[in-house]
């Protein structure tokens, strides 16, 4: 259960953002609501944060934490967990001597060092310490980036990003592009990451499809690098499926706005697909037919999301399908797999302690197993 108040002033209130009124409507309904946790759409000081937990009793988190807790929740990378973890330790060092100046009251004397005082400076020594091996790391990461890109990019796989605005629907096209290729071997599913599956195209080829983390207005600055490197992986895209909410009447800003932030990470040259979501929240002429590489879905309905996949396949074919027959020992069994799960088997036959298959597959797929190919 939730419910939400909304304050309108001409100036934010230096002690408690909101003004002592209101905090004492948050203070009621707080206690009305037996509230376990109240969050600010705004960002709120280390002291005013402090002041409004005294005064209400519960656990207030404003607008960046909220960010915070989202982005840590869905950094995949190593750099982008990196990336997370040091926009957390910044945000809360501040908070950290909020609290400190709290208890080294505690320890009084003067001249003398209170028991809170030495902790708050362990605390923070422990954090800059934090915060100075992290810097570290990330330039090994950095450094090593191309090496890793390099490893990925000898599985032939084809990686979709589902990208776009808070709210335009990316989750829920998620579930419905993986429920409609859901894959039949479990073990296949069991993946730790609910943000990453593989699907089957159309053309039995497999891909895997992430969901990311939407864009939002107001982004605070000092979370552009975690958001940025929360995106990284998008870097390894062959395609970006830009999911816009058709029904929202800010769509086109939206649009915009996610188009800069592409620009910015320097993606503009990645094919994208525009998706227009929540057709059924539409009338048909609202539908937009201006743009070329787009359509229009309804992820709730399933509608469309045949066509989608149709789509992703043909947009695919950079990498285009292929005939090809390859002979195979029967110990290149972990190459015989890989093909299968790219490709789509034709004919196999066993002669031998060999096998000969004939299959459709990626042009990629097929050139890097030349060495087996005959007869091409
Ligand atoms: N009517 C309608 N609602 C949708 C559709 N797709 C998503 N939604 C709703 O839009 C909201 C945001 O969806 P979500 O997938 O979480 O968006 P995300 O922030 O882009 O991941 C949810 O309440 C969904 O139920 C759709 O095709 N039609
Ligand atoms: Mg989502």
């Known amino acids: 259960m939730s419910?939400?108040?909304?304050?309108?002033r001409e100036h934010y209130d230096a002690a408690t953002l909101i003004g002592s009124g209101k905090l004492r409507e948050l203070?009621?309904?707080?206690?009305?609501?037996?509230?376990?946790?109240?969050?600010?759409?705004?960002?709120?000081?280390?002291?005013?944060?402090?002041?409004?937990?005294?005064?209400?009793?519960?656990?207030?988190?404003?607008?960046?934490?909220?960010?915070?807790?989202?982005?840590?929740?869905r950094a995949r990378t190593r750099e982008g967990k990196l990336q997370v973890e040091l926009a957390q330790l910044n945000y809360m060092l501040p908070r950290l001597a909020g609290h400190g100046v709290e208890l080294s009251r505690l320890g009084g004397g003067i001249g003398t060092r209170g028991p809170g005082e030495t902790k708050l400076e362990t605390d923070q020594r422990k954090i800059h310490k934090r915060i100075h091996k992290i810097e570290e790391e990330l330039e090994r990461v950095r450094s090593h980036r191309g090496l890793h890109r390099a490893h990925r990019q000898s599985i032939p796989v084809p990686a979709i990003s589902l990208v776009g605005y808070t709210n335009a629907g990316k989750s829920t096209l998620f579930n419905a592009l993986t429920q409609a290729r859901a894959f039949a071997s479990a073990r296949l599913f069991a993946t730790l990451d609910p943000l990453l599956r593989r699907i089957k195209l159309p053309s039995n080829r497999e891909a895997v499809l992430s969901d990311t983390?939407?864009?939002?207005?107001?982004?605070?600055?000092?979370?552009?690098?975690?958001?940025?490197?929360?995106?990284?992986?998008?870097?390894?895209?062959?395609?970006?499926?830009?999911?816009?909410?058709?029904s929202s009447p800010h769509r086109e800003q939206q649009r915009d706005a996610v188009l800069r932030v592409l620009e910015e990470l320097k993606l503009s040259a990645k094919p994208v697909l525009e998706v227009y979501n929540k057709i059924d929240l539409c009338p048909a002429?609202?539908?937009?037919?201006?743009?070329?590489?787009?359509?229009?879905?309804?992820?709730?309905?399933?509608?469309?999301?045949d066509n989608l996949l149709q789509r992703i396949d043909e947009l695919l074919s950079s990498d285009p399908l292929v005939r090809a027959r390859f002979l195979f020992r029967q110990t290149n069994g972990d190459l015989l797999s890989r093909l299968y799960a790219c490709g789509r088997l034709i004919e196999r036959s066993y002669v031998d302690d060999q096998v000969l298959v004939e299959v459709e597959a990626p042009q990629s797929v097929v050139d890097r197993l030349k060495k087996f190919r005959i007869g091409a």
Do not use: M
Request: net charge negative; proline share 4%.
């Open 213 to 246: 983390v939407g864009f939002i207005h107001k982004l605070p600055t000092t979370l552009v690098s975690a958001f940025r490197a929360t995106l990284e992986e998008l870097a390894q895209a062959d395609l970006l499926l830009h999911v816009i909410d058709l």
């Open 285 to 305: 002429p609202s539908a937009p037919g201006c743009y070329v590489n787009s359509l229009c879905v309804s992820a709730t309905q399933g509608l469309g999301v």
């Open 3 to 8: 419910a939400r108040l909304v304050q309108e």
């Open 27 to 73: 203070e009621e309904a707080t206690q009305r609501f037996q509230a376990e946790i109240v969050i600010f759409d705004e960002n709120l000081s280390p002291a005013q944060q402090r002041n409004i937990e005294r005064r209400i009793g519960c656990r207030v988190i404003d607008r960046t934490q909220l960010i915070l807790d989202i982005f840590a929740s």
